[in-house]
């Protein structure tokens, strides 16, 4: 049998609100512990899944955040409620079962099946997102005009194509970043008098 309970709204273990549902496939293994060791064994089975998610929910980031333990190890870990999933969904269905079994139930299986920021900080979290991604394009922009320029002037000097003071090198190292790093394409200026 399936269970499809209701969205929850749990902080992750930063305290950001985060919505999230599952279903959990189950079956009854043990009859008489079903009837006889709870009063509705379907009920039982639906409180303890809130538990159980709010429990492992709690031990993860919704993203990779830095310094955070999401295995209990003592190390940080790339651990996340988006990006493992299928770890956190285990360890749901664990916990579940931990907490039905004297109920005589088996959890076959739990899923994650919706997963999201809360609507209150969803935009903010958004935009957090998308920050943090320009920030990684930008660094990988510099990193690269960085290394282009190094190889630039490396191998001017190597063969000997022009002879350039310190000065110079800055003017050159400026406006090969300025040209590697823009937004927009270049537009060449050409000198017609002498630059010095």
Avoid: H
């Amino acid at each position: 049998m399936t269970l499809n309970n209701n969205r929850q709204k749990i902080n992750d273990c930063l305290g950001n609100p985060v919505e999230i549902g599952i279903a959990v496939m189950w079956k009854v293994v043990d009859t008489a512990k079903a009837v006889f060791n709870v009063d509705n064994y379907k009920e039982y089975l639906s409180l303890q899944c809130d538990s159980a998610l709010r429990d492992i929910v709690r031990l993860y980031p919704y993203d990779v955040a830095p310094n955070v333990d999401t295995t209990g190890d003592g190390i940080a870990d790339e651990g996340s409620l988006r990006g493992s999933s299928e770890i956190v969904a285990e360890r749901i269905r664990s916990e579940i079962q931990k907490k039905v079994n004297e109920a005589g139930l088996e959890i076959i299986e739990a899923r994650i099946t919706y997963l999201a920021y809360a609507p209150e900080i969803a935009a903010v979290m958004l935009q957090r997102q998308q920050a943090s991604a320009v920030i990684d394009a930008r660094k990988m922009i510099v990193d690269g005009a960085v290394g282009m320029v190094e190889m630039a002037l490396e191998r001017l000097s190597e063969k000997e194509v022009v002879t350039l003071d310190e000065e110079r090198k800055a003017a050159m190292v400026s406006n090969l970043l300025v040209v590697l790093c823009g937004n927009r394409d270049a537009q060449p200026i050409v000198n017609s008098g002498s630059l010095y």
